[in-house]
């Protein structure tokens, strides 16, 4: 179903077109959240451990960053991740206002058994498309995600 919203063609070819792009992100999310409860790791966890993972310690700012979350979400993760000591927080000696985050043995070892199964899981989902629309997708979003971007960025600097 596509908009009731009966304006230009272009407001309601975007319209039609944002439709089917959350409708597609909530069942591809709905479907990750069962399956990553499964494994047990929240959506939040999990992106924070394969970030340290695959690209090593960061700041909690730049991991926010990186993940694209607010900083309190981060904090709030880290505290969860710390008290089941996956992950390990260590403010800089010189400037404490920073904060760094890396992996412990324990996390390096949790993510690295779990993230595999994460990936044959999406795999299976994005079967459905053949791997040239699977690219076209890619190319498409994120030509998107950086015209967002680059608008933002333009507001800001007013």
């Given at each position: 179903m596509g908009t009731h919203y009966h304006g230009t063609p272009r407001?309601?070819?975007?319209?039609?077109?944002?439709?089917?792009?959350?409708?597609?992100?909530?069942?591809?999310?709905?479907?990750l959240h069962r399956h990553?409860?499964?494994?047990?790791?929240?959506?939040?966890?999990?992106?924070?451990?394969?970030?340290?993972?695959?690209?090593?310690?960061?700041?909690?700012?730049?991991?926010?960053?990186?993940?694209?979350?607010?900083?309190?979400?981060?904090?709030?993760v880290l505290d969860n991740l710390e008290k089941q000591t996956l992950v390990r927080r260590i403010r800089r000696s010189d400037d404490r206002r920073v904060v760094n985050v890396s992996l412990t043995p324990k996390g390096r070892?949790?993510?690295?058994?779990?993230?595999?199964?994460?990936?044959?899981?999406?795999?299976?989902?994005?079967?459905?498309l053949d791997p040239k629309e699977q690219t076209q997708l890619g190319e498409l979003c994120r030509k998107l995600g950086r015209s967002i971007r680059t608008d933002q960025a333009k507001d800001r600097a007013g």
């Open positions: 407001e309601t070819r975007a319209l039609d077109t944002f439709i089917r792009l959350m409708r597609a992100a909530d069942s591809v999310y709905a479907n990553l409860g499964e494994i047990g790791l929240t959506h939040g966890q999990l992106a924070i451990l394969e970030a340290l993972l695959h690209l090593g310690p960061m700041s909690q700012q730049q991991l926010a960053t990186k993940i694209m979350r607010s900083g309190s979400n981060v904090t709030t070892r949790h993510i690295a058994e779990r993230f595999p199964l994460h990936a044959r899981r999406i795999t299976e989902l994005f079967a459905a």
